[in-house]
């Protein structure tokens, strides 16, 4: 049913094209990339509704909220800026990566109710810029997704175990899930041939890079205005590489044989002296410190 239903989904986004804006009216413009679709609602979507009609769209992917204040990418600034400055402005933005190329998705009031277009843009190509740490941090903003339990504590609104405590110095992100299996040593690694610790090394890399994508969609996906980074640059190889865990130092952990309390997945130290840390138990525990 699931199937059919994204089958019925994509004719009706396919055939929506030619009921969508063009490039031309009401300030709407695709730049270079690519207009795939409109979905609209007679009145506002319903949050159910809104995101379901994303999910339908992206599928199993990730969609992550574009931040106005955020490093631009000319690309999708070549469809946003011509709304951004006409008098009928976003309401939201969200990007999609899981895919050959990245989907946009634009939220827009259209009359009594709101229409939703689809773009696809060849790829994102901000020139990379150092990690910051936003000097403003507005509650409001930060900490719309949380609830506050105490002076210092705020508590994510659908997922209890996803928590941030803020510091005299900065804020730590915890997320706590029992996991079953939690990660092993391999053991006897040092005294396997080249061959098996290319293979063993290959495995642990794919299970950290799980990890560290679980903890951008805990994390920085679930926040608003941190960081100068959109969320997907912190995906991208030249923006990120120089900050994740090496390999070198992945296999010296392996040879020694011993499972260190956390694993450090990425460690970045800003302009301004600020510290950006994403460590994982491998048992079902991860954190995110920003201290500065």
Do not use: C
């Not at 000097?135 to 609104?157: A, C, G, K, N």
């Not at 890079?209 to 980074?229: D, H, I, P």
């Amino acid at each position: 049913m699931k199937f059919f239903n994204a089958i019925v989904f994509i004719f009706v986004l396919v055939a929506s094209v030619w009921a969508a804006p063009s490039k031309t009216s009401g300030g709407y413009t695709a730049g270079s990339a690519k207009l795939l679709g409109a979905v609209e609602s007679k009145s506002p979507f319903s949050g159910d509704r809104l995101f379901s009609t994303l999910d339908s769209v992206g599928g199993t992917g990730s969609w992550m909220e574009w931040d106005v204040n955020g490093v631009k990418d000319p690309s999708l600034m070549g469809i946003l800026d011509p709304m951004l400055k006409s008098a009928n402005k976003p309401e939201m933005v969200w990007v999609i990566v899981e895919r050959t190329k990245p989907l946009v998705a634009v939220l827009l009031p259209k009359g009594a109710g709101e229409v939703i277009l689809f773009y696809e843009v060849s790829k994102f190509d901000a020139k990379v810029v150092p990690l910051k740490v936003n000097p403003v941090l507005s509650p409001e903003v930060v900490f719309r997704d949380y609830r506050q339990i105490s002076e210092t504590e705020y508590v994510h609104r659908d997922k209890g175990n996803l928590k941030i405590v803020l510091l005299k110095n900065g804020m730590r992100f915890s997320y706590t899930k029992k996991d079953e299996q939690p990660l092993r040593i391999e053991p006897g690694y040092a005294t396997k041939s080249i061959a098996e610790k290319r293979t063993i090394l290959r495995d642990y890399e794919d299970y950290f890079k799980y990890e560290y994508s679980l903890m951008l969609r805990a994390f920085v996906q679930s926040t608003r205005g941190v960081f100068n980074w959109q969320p997907w640059h912190w995906y991208m190889p030249e923006w990120n590489s120089k900050f994740m865990m090496k390999r070198d130092e992945l296999e010296a952990i392996l040879t020694s044989g011993r499972v260190p309390s956390m694993w450090i997945l990425f460690k970045a130290k800003t302009e301004r002296n600020e510290s950006i840390v994403l460590s994982t138990s491998g048992n079902g525990y991860w954190e995110m410190e920003i201290s500065w």
